[in-house]
């Protein structure tokens, strides 16, 4: 991956456009899934936010709608959010296929979300591959705090900031070789975009990398504070790793308690 001279605005853009091109594939994939009776939430999602029913919750980059769907069918009120309009309108057309009235979708660039929507929450979470898709974590501390209930909290699960340092294929083969460079402010550009859920595609789309530090002042610059964060060594699958454990998580097993894959954190707001 490639840097290039467009600005912030224009990689978003961009990558509305990459998105929109795989929102249909990711639309049957989790039909199918979604008809399963045994489909769940990631499971350590599901163990480190709790019992939801009832809460209200705000989904940030909520793609297609699986999960805000699954966190529906465990009793919460779920709005999920997503910057592309086709994994929005598929989201929508998932809940009316499978009768569910508790979740709502709204497209909205995350980082503009305080201009068109309103409400408190009393969870807001992100799960599985989001942070690089946003240029600032400033902005989004600040849109997670706006939306968050005083007494609720935020919870983000996505890859470890060091983990995606590695070149993927050494990663599949055990060996650790540093491709992209950890302290790097600017986003990488790629070509295609696609992966577990969509054959890959041609489409033009920008990644931000984004170092722990970041993570932790966009929320400290949004007043909330951490109360508790985890690493693990596996995922869920599509998110790393190249081969399943017991519960269905992907790791490698040749670096298994040796690279984190998976942070995890909560977060409240400072009174």
């Not at 650790?176 to 990488?188: E, G």
């Not at 970041?214 to 951490?226: D, E, F, P, R, S």
């Amino acid at each position: 991956m490639n840097g290039d001279i467009k600005n912030d605005t224009e990689k978003i853009e961009a990558n509305k456009i990459a998105w929109g091109k795989i929102a249909e594939d990711h639309y049957y994939y989790f039909r199918e899934k979604l008809a399963q009776g045994d489909f769940k939430l990631n499971p350590m999602v599901e163990e480190e936010i709790g019992d939801v029913a009832g809460k209200k919750i705000l989904h940030l980059q909520c793609n297609t709608g699986a999960d805000s769907i699954l966190l529906a069918r465990k009793g919460a009120i779920v709005t999920g959010v997503d910057l592309v309009p086709e994994n929005v309108f598929f989201a929508r057309k998932l809940a009316e296929e499978f009768g569910i009235n508790n979740a709502t979708f709204i497209e909205s660039d995350i980082l503009k979300l305080m201009d068109v929507h309103e409400g408190e929450y009393d969870i807001v979470l992100t799960t599985d591959g989001v942070l690089g898709w946003l240029p600032d974590l400033n902005k989004w501390g600040e849109v997670i705090s706006h939306f968050l209930k005083n007494e609720g909290f935020f919870y983000l699960h996505d890859g470890h900031p060091f983990m995606l340092i590695f070149d993927e294929t050494g990663l599949a083969q055990g060996k650790l070789l540093p491709k992209y460079p950890y302290f790097k402010s600017t986003a990488d550009a790629d070509n295609h975009i696609g992966g577990y859920a969509s054959k890959a595609k041609e489409a033009e789309n920008h990644f931000w990398g984004h170092q722990l530090s970041t993570i932790i002042n966009g929320l400290a610059n949004g007043k909330l504070y951490v109360t508790h964060i985890k690493e693990y060594d596996r995922c869920m699958p599509g998110m790393g790793g190249s081969a399943l454990d017991e519960n269905g998580l992907s790791y490698y097993p040749t670096l298994e308690g040796k690279l984190p894959l998976i942070l995890s954190l909560k977060a409240e707001k400072k009174l």
